[in-house]
Every structure is written in C-alpha cells, then in structure tokens.
C-alpha cells in the first residue's frame, strides 16, 4: 500500500521567488501564482557566478516546525512547463535541516534534469538524489559528514541551470507528488515485539556482566593508557600524513585537496594560465555496486585512480573527492589545456578499465581559475559536470 502526499500550487503553499541577487547577481524573476500552478518568468544575466532564478516550495509544518521525513518516501513526481531561449538544465534541490554541536544548518540534495520543451510529468527517485560536490567542500566535516539525509526536509527548490549565458525562461510547475510506502500493522508488532525482547535481553547480559568488566577496566587502565600515550607520539607524521589519504585508492582526499587548492590559488602566476580543476564521475556507477557488489565496485575505483595518475603529469594532483567522484589539479594550466587532457581520459578509458566485459564510462567538467577564489572556481567545474550529466553523460563539458 503506497502512501502519498499531494501538493497543489496556490496562494496558500507559500511558494517564493528565488534568485542571484543575495549572491551579488542581477537576475530578473517574476512569479505569477494561481489556483494549480505556479508560474515563473526570468531573465538572467552572466554578473553572478552562479546565475539562476526559481521557485521554493515549502514543506515545514508551521505548527511543529519541522518538514517532512522524506526517509520512508521513494520517489518525487511533478508536472513543469519549461520553454527558453537557450539549451538548459534544471536542478532540483531538497533542503533538510539537522542540528549538529547545538547549531542548526541545511544539507542540500540535489538532482539535476534536462528538461523537454513544452508540458512534461517528471518522475525522480529520491535515492537519486546526491550532495552536491560545492556543499561538501564548504560544509561537511569530514568523510563520514557527506552522505544524503532526508528526515526533516524544509523545502523544494527548483531552479534553472547555470550555463553562463543570458537568457529567458519560464517556468510552470504543477502538482507535487511524493510516494513511499506504510508499515504494515503486522511488521510494527512483530519489530515492537522484537525490540521489547530484545532489551530484556540487553539489560540481563549487562547486569551479569556489569561488575566483572569493571574489575578487569580498572587493572588494565594504566597499562592501556601507557601504551595509547606511547603509539600516539611515535605515529603522530604517520597519521598526519594518512589523514590526507584516500585508504581504498591512495589519492589525495578532500581534506588534502582544500588545503591544496587554497595554497595554489595564493601562488597562482599574475600572468598566463594560472591552474584547471576537472572533475570527474563514474556514469552509473551505482548499478555496478548493485548487479556485481561492493568488491567490483571498490576494483574499479581502485584501477581508475591508477589510470588517472598513469596519464597526468607528475605535476599535476589526483584527487578521490568522495564515492565515485574524482578530481585532477593541474597547476599553470589553461581551461583548453585540461579539456583536451579529459578528452584523451574519456576516450581511452572504456579501453582499460571494464567490467563483465562492457567498458565503464565517465562524465568531466573542467574549469579554469579565473581568480575569484577556490568556491567559485569549485562551483564552475561543478556545474559543467552537471551539465555533462545532464546532456547524457560520457562526455567533457568546460566551463564558460
């Protein structure tokens, strides 16, 4: 049995215009609302970095507070009229709020479309829906910090793309449809029934075990604690050095890559190319982990760090950004430069690395710096790869 929550635009949704223009941009929007629909008109212009106008639909209950627990929902369905001057993406975005240390903060998911000309019903599975390579370089933690969360989900966004060129488009979104699935009544018994057992089960073990551990952690504390202090102070480089590493495919991480892309911006020449970022996706890499298992899937990242390193430069730095997502810094390099590098990548790639036989496929974006700081020069190479997935993968896109 499916459940279902239906959103219909109108007056009363508190669906609102979104725009550059907090980011310094001079984006025009217009938003016409009617009972059904909610309609957009917008001319952007190329001043912002990211220049984009759209809609935000809220899901925050104003009783609660909260929004919805999307983790228990499958897929996101909607109608959209899209009609531009120019070829386009449209991104998708869900905003989920979470506390971490007492603060609160939103983790964007994000899923990109190529939209038809015309009315068209879109239909998106909301394990899909991915991090956003901009967000994690600014906002995660560390490698544990980067994966999806959508228990308390506080709005929709949609958007149009940022391919740096001045358009018009007009957007009508219809209704929202979210799907998931109930508990049946027999399964919530039988798991309340199971976790009622199961804590009884807990709270005995622990009793009989509770003054036994005690006596042995108190005659083993000083010696594991002479021991710990030691092994910290002789692995102290070592761990440094490995906090830097990627332990699957021994390329630099992210941790590493942000401190490397700060120190190549501040030394980057007044004259000439100053440096490229492409980075890189493994197209469908999911179905490999799915049909043939996490062994495969860990074999083929592993051999494709190799094939990067084997055809760069030694000057230039591979990076595993997280997952199936990798990136190459190529210092003193111009835009057309790492474009013909990605290009040689993509197509020789299918020939080494395959798996049952059928070569594996990538998507590239590439950036130049321009000097307007790592985030921009992030989000420009970002985008570019969106659009490469966008417009049907395997292919090399550079930014404008």
Known sequence: M????????????????????????????????????????????????????????????????????????????????????????????????EFRMGESRTRIHMQPINPMPGMAHYHLELSDFFIPSWWLLYFAQDQSDSGTNLRNVIGLQITTGDNRTEKNTRLALGNIELKGKWIYAGQ???????????????????????YRAKYLESRERSAELYKLNKLL?????????????????????RAGARELLERLVCIAPTEGPKAALILL????????NDSYGHEEG?????????????????????????????????PQTSGQQASLLAEHLRTRLPEVIAVQAKGITCSF????????????????????????????????????
């Open 298 to 330: 860990d074999r083929v990242l592993v051999e494709l760090a190799a094939y990067l390193r084997s055809r760069s430069r030694n000057e230039d730095a591979v990076v595993r950004w997280g997952g199936e997502e990798f990136a190459i810094i190529c």
């Open 2 to 97: 499916n459940y279902v929550v239906e959103i219909e635009p109108s007056a009363n949704t508190g669906i609102y215009l979104t725009n550059d223009i907090h980011e310094g941009g001079k984006s025009e929007g217009a938003l016409l609302i009617e009972e059904g629909f909610a309609e957009l008109k917008c001319k952007t212009h190329t001043s912002a970095v990211f220049a984009y106008c759209g809609f935000l639909v809220p899901l925050r209950d104003p009783e609660t507070g909260l929004g919805l627990n999307l983790s228990y929902f499958t897929s996101l369905s909607f109608d959209l009229t899209f009609d531009s001057d120019v070829r386009d993406t449209v991104l998708i975005y869900l905003h989920g709020e």
């Open 365 to 400: 974006g590439v950036a130049e710096f321009v000097g307007s700081g790592v985030e921009a020069w992030f989000r420009r190479a970002d985008a570019a790869l969106y659009q490469a997935k966008a417009e049907g993968r395997h292919r090399v896109v550079l930014a404008d």
């Open 233 to 253: 102070s002789v692995e102290r480089d070592k761990f440094e050095n490995l906090s830097k590493t990627d332990p699957l495919t021994g390329c630099i991480n």
């Open 281 to 288: 996706d493994i197209d469908h890499f999911k179905q490999i």
């Open 188 to 210: 919530l018994y039988f798991y309340l029934l199971l976790g009622g057992l199961a804590i009884v089960l807990i709270r005995g073990l622990t009793s009989a075990f509770r």
